[in-house]
């Protein structure tokens, strides 16, 4: 276990840094202490925009972590730096917070949680969906037998258009056009994996996987991968889907990306659809149930997409002081990450793909 002040480094400053500072500038057990970006322009100018001050900037995450005071490690780089700035941070026996997916490819996924655990250090994989406020009070309608027994569930991605959401830095959407870098497309891997793990934290590990996934340009120098359908075959006989479309005329309320989000879970019993996620269509209730011919709906539910960041982040804090294991776990990530892998494996090869092929081990 560690005491407190946790002291902490983020690595990567880009526009998601935003929301994943939030909780570990206003919890009282951590103190950030260490900001590294390439960009050393936008690092300082992040301290800046986050009122922080005596911060060491570092233009090398190698330098960085050479930082004995450090305890934490935040890690938000692109997706093929991921393995090895968490295994510079496992040397220099940091705690660490990686912003999903894990890794490109599953070899990656488990040279990083065979070095972790050998050097007795903590590793979470950062993932935000299943932290958000509706999602945790649906989670506990299901454990509390509200719908029965969960037979199904559908999940809709859905971009659009938003005069409010924030600006992304050009950087940031270049260099998810490369799929060396990215290990798959913008919406169903990178985006997609916040998707899998709802349908792993409602349903578990898919057993078998059947993806379409096509494209659609978005803009000038943009590829969304889009439409796309992926159907999941669960143990037990359940099923599920994720289906994602580009709406360019539909108009998202949000702060955030021009998104929206929307789950249906389908039980023996009743129904509950969680209606936001990074945005919402109007002013619909975040959570909905269904159960002997009425509808409820939960109003009350914090929707803000922030209290997902949020959350997570509290979450490992807790985990690293009380020395709780943290969700996800590297196993934990590595399971969802053959989920998303399997779906661009389905697509390229236009048939189904059991999760126990051996490119997923």
Known sequence: MYKEPLKVGIIGTGRISDLHIIEYINNPSTDIIAVCDSNI??????????NLSNINVFEDYKDMLKMDEIDLVEILVPHHLHLNVALEAILRKKAISLQKPMCLNTTEASMLISEANNANVSLKIFENFIFYP?????KKLIDDGEIGRPLSIRIKSNPGFSSTAWDVPQDASDWRQRTVETGGGPLVFDDGHHKFALAWYFMGQAEEIHAWISHTKASENFLFDAPAIISFKFSENRIGNLEIVYSPNLEIMTKHYAQDDRVEIT???????????????????????????????YNNVPSGWENSFINSTKHY????????????????????LQMSLAAEISSNEG?????????LS
């Open 41 to 50: 322009k936008r690092a300082n100018q992040k301290i800046i925009d986050w």
């Open 134 to 138: 509706p999602v945790i009070k649906a």
């Open 267 to 297: 039980g023996t019993d009743g129904v509950l659809w969680i209606n936001h996620g990074h945005g919402s269509l109007g002013t619909t209730p975040s959570l909905v149930l269904y159960k002997n011919g009425t509808y409820i709906n």
């Open 317 to 336: 804090i807790d985990c690293l002081l009380t020395g709780k294991t943290p969700m996800l776990t590297g196993e934990q990530g590595k399971e969802i």
């Open 351 to 359: 048939r189904s793909i059991k999760i126990t092929d051996d490119r």
